[in-house]
C-alpha cells in the first residue's frame, strides 16, 4: 500500500464492453489504495470508445477518449499518490497560513 491520504471515490466512465478492463484497475487501485472505493459509470452506461478516470474534486487522471490508448495500471496508482500528494502538502499549506 502507498502511504498518504487518497480520494474516498475514484470515478471511471468505460465503454460498457470494455467491463473487464474497468474491473482489473479497480481491484490494482483498491489494492494499492483499501481505502479507496471505485465507482464504475455513476451516470449511466459510459459513451463508446470511453474509459475516463476521474479522482478527488472530479480531477481527470486518464482520457482514453484524449490518448487513444489504454490506462496502465501502475501509472494511475502513481497518479493516484501524486494526487494525494499535492493534496496533502497543500492542506498543510494552508493549515500554517
Partial sequence: M???PTPDTVVVEYDEEEVDRFIALADAIEA???NV???GNPEGPGRPGSFE???AANQL???RLDS???PQHAALVEALAAAAACSTSGE???QQA
Avoid: I
Fill in 53 to 55: 478516470v476521474k479522482g
Fill in 37 to 39: 472505493v471505485v465507482e
Fill in 2 to 4: 502507498l502511504g498518504g
Fill in 32 to 34: 494499492a489504495f483499501p
Fill in 92 to 94: 498543510a499549506a494552508q
Fill in 61 to 63: 487522471l486518464f482520457s
Fill in 68 to 70: 487513444g490508448a489504454w
